[in-house]
């Protein structure tokens, strides 16, 4: 199971945000709060190889990595399709 507390892990290794991420509710948008492009594919990369997952091309958008919520089903979701 992924936890929100896993993506705000992740996040924080990034520190592209402008607000602490104890601060930030898993509906908060990470773009209105600082992340980027170019931290979303850092993120997205860190993600990948920290729950060795590959997300589809057709996930990789910016409502998909935009809240810890969305975040954490999608890999939620990635992890649950290898295992089975």
Known sequence: MVSAQDIRTILA?????????????????????????????????????????????????RDVFSTIRSLRDLVSSQVQRKAA
Do not use: C, K, W, Y
């Open 13 to 61: 290794r990034h520190g592209t945000l402008g607000i602490t991420l104890d601060r930030l509710s898993e509906d908060d948008d990470l773009f209105d709060n600082g992340l980027d492009s170019f931290g979303a594919v850092q993120v997205m990369m860190d993600l990948e190889e920290h729950f060795e997952v590959e997300f589809p091309e057709d996930l990789l958008n």
